[in-house]
C-alpha cells in the first residue's frame, strides 16, 4: 500500500546553488547528501515533514553525475524542473508486482538501491500519464516489512 508521497525529485544543474536556493528561500536544510552511481546522481534529501505512517517526505535535488544518466538526458532535453515523484510503502516488492499485473512498466525486474539504502523502483511515465514514479522503501521500513513475516 502506497502510504506517502517519499518525495518529489527536482534536476538541477549545480547542485550546491540549488540546496543554497531552498535554504534561503524558504529554510529548508540538507537531511543527506550522497552519490548514487548506479544512477548517476549526486543528490541532496531536504526533509520537509515526518509523516503518519513512520516515514518522511522529502525533496530530492538531483544533479547528474554523466551526461548519458536519466537525469543528465532529462536536463538537456528540458532544463531543470520536476522530473519525478515518488511514492512511499512498506512493500515495494508486492507493491511494484501488483502495478505491473495492471499493465503499468516497470522499469527494474528488482527493486535497486535509492537514496539513504532505500529500496527503489520506477514506472514509466508513458503509462503514468507523463509522470515519471518512483517507488521507494525506506531502509528503516526494510525491517519492519520483514519482521511481519
Ligand atoms: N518525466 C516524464 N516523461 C519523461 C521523463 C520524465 N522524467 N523522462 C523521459 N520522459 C519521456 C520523454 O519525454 C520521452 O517522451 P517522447 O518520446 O514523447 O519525447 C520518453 O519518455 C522517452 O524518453 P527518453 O528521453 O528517450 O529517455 P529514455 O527512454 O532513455 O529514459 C526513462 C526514460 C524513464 C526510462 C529513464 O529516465 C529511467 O530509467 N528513469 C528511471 C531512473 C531515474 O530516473 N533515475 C534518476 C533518479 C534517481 C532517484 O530518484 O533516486
Ligand atoms: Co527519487
Not at 518529489?8 to 540538507?30: K, M, P, S
Request: net charge negative; charged share 30%.
Amino acid at each position: 500500500m502506497l502510504t506517502r508521497i517519499d518525495h518529489i525529485g527536482i534536476a538541477c544543474h549545480d547542485l550546491d546553488v540549488t540546496v543554497e536556493f531552498y535554504r534561503r528561500t524558504y529554510g529548508f536544510t540538507v537531511f543527506h547528501e550522497e552519490i548514487n552511481e548506479e544512477q548517476g546522481v549526486r543528490e541532496a534529501m531536504l526533509k520537509i515533514n515526518e509523516t503518519s505512517d513512520g516515514g518522511a517526505s522529502y525533496l530530492q535535488l538531483l544533479e547528474p553525475t554523466r551526461e548519458d544518466s536519466a537525469v543528465g538526458k532529462w536536463l538537456a532535453k528540458n532544463g531543470e524542473g520536476v522530473h519525478h515523484i515518488a511514492f512511499g510503502t512498506a512493500d515495494v516488492d508486492g507493491d511494484s508486482e501488483a502495478i505491473r499485473d495492471k499493465g503499468v512498466r516497470v522499469l527494474y525486474d528488482e527493486p535497486r538501491i535509492g537514496s539513504m539504502g532505500s529500496r527503489i523502483t520506477f514506472l514509466h511515465p508513458k503509462d503514468c500519464h507523463g509522470v515519471l514514479t518512483e517507488l521507494v522503501t525506506a531502509a528503516s521500513r526494510k525491517a519492519d516489512a520483514s519482521d511481519a513475516h
